[in-house]
């Protein structure tokens, strides 16, 4: 079956560090590629997706590539803020018109920016 | 476009009680609704997929005479928590996925004690 595998938490940060997020994943065909932020108390919100091998997804200035050869979706910010403070989940969904979109989650990775 | 809300927001119940949550797409039609389970620090767990019309798909491990789930419309899916317990305290979370397409857009969860 799908997993996701992200790498382990927490992180820790200084103001305008760079942020890496490495996440993995295992499935059959062609999945879409998602990542998620989580603020405290809220629900899940779309940060970037990516639907096929190559696409770059980007949104806030964070970015992530869609690696088929590698089977990584590593999360990437080239300088983070205090207001990324944050959970981060990768995510994979079966392609369009299969599957029903069932989508499948890694544990998540919590990220703190220090002023 | 494409926002998902719940309610309640935030529920206390007493032990025995039953608890209904319910999950609205409120600018697009979602023919299939997703309920996941959060508990603290950790990550998404799917309970069941919800399909307008018709029965809900239950994740193994989780009780369908304890979780009821009805997706009478295809702008409603509600989930109903019979006889609470303590150790059904939780944050439940939906997702909508809009007819026709893949991706999933998250409701804002529901935090539910159950004393």
């Known amino acids: 079956g799908n997993s996701v595998t992200q790498m382990e938490g927490p992180v820790t940060l200084s103001e305008e560090a760079f942020l890496t997020i490495n996440c993995t994943y295992t499935?059959?065909?062609?999945?879409?590629l998602f990542w998620y932020v989580q603020y405290p108390g809220e629900g899940l919100q779309l940060l970037l997706k990516?639907?096929?091998?190559?696409d770059k997804g980007s949104n806030k200035g964070f970015e992530a590539t869609y690696r088929k050869e590698t089977t990584s979706f590593h999360l990437e910010k080239g300088s983070v803020q205090v207001s990324d403070s944050a959970v981060y989940f990768c995510?994979?969904?079966?392609?369009?018109?299969?599957?029903?979109?069932?989508?499948?989650f890694g544990d998540g990775t919590t990220l703190t920016v220090k002023p | 476009g494409a926002v998902v809300s719940q309610h309640p927001s935030r529920v206390i119940c007493k032990s025995g009680t039953s608890v209904k949550i319910e999950c609205r797409s409120l600018?697009?039609?979602?023919?299939?609704m997703f309920w996941y389970r959060q508990f603290p620090k950790q990550s998404l767990m799917l309970m069941a997929t919800s399909n307008e019309g018709s029965k809900a798909t239950y994740e193994q491990g989780v009780e369908k005479d304890k979780f009821l789930i009805n997706h009478a419309s295809l702008t409603l899916s509600t989930l109903t928590v019979t006889s609470a317990h303590p150790e059904d305290s939780s944050f439940y979370i939906c997702s909508a996925e809009r007819t026709g397409g893949y991706e999933q857009f998250f409701g804002p969860g529901t935090r539910l004690t159950v004393l």
């Open positions: 600018d697009f039609q979602a023919t299939t």
């Open positions: 499935a059959t065909g062609y999945p879409s």
């Open positions: 990516a639907t096929k091998a190559d």
């Open positions: 995510a994979l969904s079966d392609p369009p018109g299969t599957n029903a979109g069932k989508s499948t």
